[in-house]
């Protein structure tokens, strides 16, 4: 758990990052597109455009349950086998905004060698920059969450009277891939912010991430695979045994001489 002295650099630089309003499209507009527009638009197509589903066919025919209403099991297959590959990626974009700004920033408003000064050593102030970003992914993630629960349920409610409850893949989602992908991307840009010189170049660490989530999406919707519960935990167990590595090293590796070099 972070101490007291953490605790403030990390309540700084959270409110650092919700003032910076060149930075709210990728916090508030980019997660509500992937977890609201993206379902609403399937769930107006199988509703009011199921002559539309035919394109789904062979994305169709991996469902892991099988009915005679096209409509439900697509609503139902988007729902609990597509939309939580899209939550791997909201956590990275969201971590990235404020890892990729951790050292960068305060090189940009002078205040890195007012950091230094502090009584927190290196490594401290290290874990702190990665525990704010990681608290603003966590947050921005189960916020995504719960507003597409919300409006994609009264959606459904109001047009068509049926409710489809989050599945189990849901569980493994939110509670262990989206955190350890998040704190995986978190310690790779901070460590990367270190020596960048600008957000851009810290923030092109974070690709090599999403570009296999990318992969995987696609890979759903051409019906090469389909993710379950099962796949997702395993995914998340990696990518946490990873983080943690990774973390670790980070950690180690972190000197003075790398920061102000």
Not at 41 to 53: D, R, W
Not at 126 to 146: G, I, P, Q
Not at 179 to 187: E, G, K, V
């Amino acid at each position: 758990m972070p101490n007291s002295k953490q605790l403030a650099i990390i309540t700084k630089d959270i409110k650092s990052i919700a003032k910076n309003r060149r930075l709210f499209p990728i916090l508030v507009f980019m997660p509500l597109l992937m977890s609201v527009g993206i379902p609403s638009l399937f769930v107006f197509i199988a509703l009011y455009s199921p002559e539309e589903l035919k394109d789904f066919e062979q994305m169709l025919q991996m469902a892991p349950t099988h009915s005679d209403d096209i409509t439900t099991m697509f609503i139902e297959l988007i729902i609990n086998s597509i939309m939580p590959s899209f939550f791997a990626i909201i956590p990275v974009m969201a971590s990235s905004v404020m890892a990729a700004s951790s050292f960068v920033g305060e090189k940009e408003k002078k205040t890195l060698e007012t950091l230094l000064y502090s009584p927190l050593p290196l490594k401290e102030i290290f874990y702190a920059k990665v525990m704010a970003s990681f608290a603003l992914s966590m947050a921005v993630s189960y916020a995504a969450f719960f507003a597409m629960v919300i409006v994609v349920e009264i959606e459904l409610l109001l047009a068509a009277g049926i409710f489809i409850m989050p599945g189990a893949s849901w569980l493994s989602m939110m509670l262990i891939v989206s955190p350890s992908i998040s704190l995986l991307a978190i310690t790779v840009i901070v460590r990367g912010s270190a020596k960048s010189q600008t957000m851009e170049e810290s923030q092109q660490k974070a690709v090599f991430l999403v570009m296999p989530l990318l992969a995987l999406i696609i890979g759903q919707f051409s019906g090469l695979l389909l993710v379950s519960a099962w796949l997702l935990t395993g995914i998340g167990l990696v990518f946490a045994a990873l983080s943690a590595l990774f973390l670790k090293s980070a950690m180690r590796k972190f000197t003075y001489e790398k920061l102000l070099g």
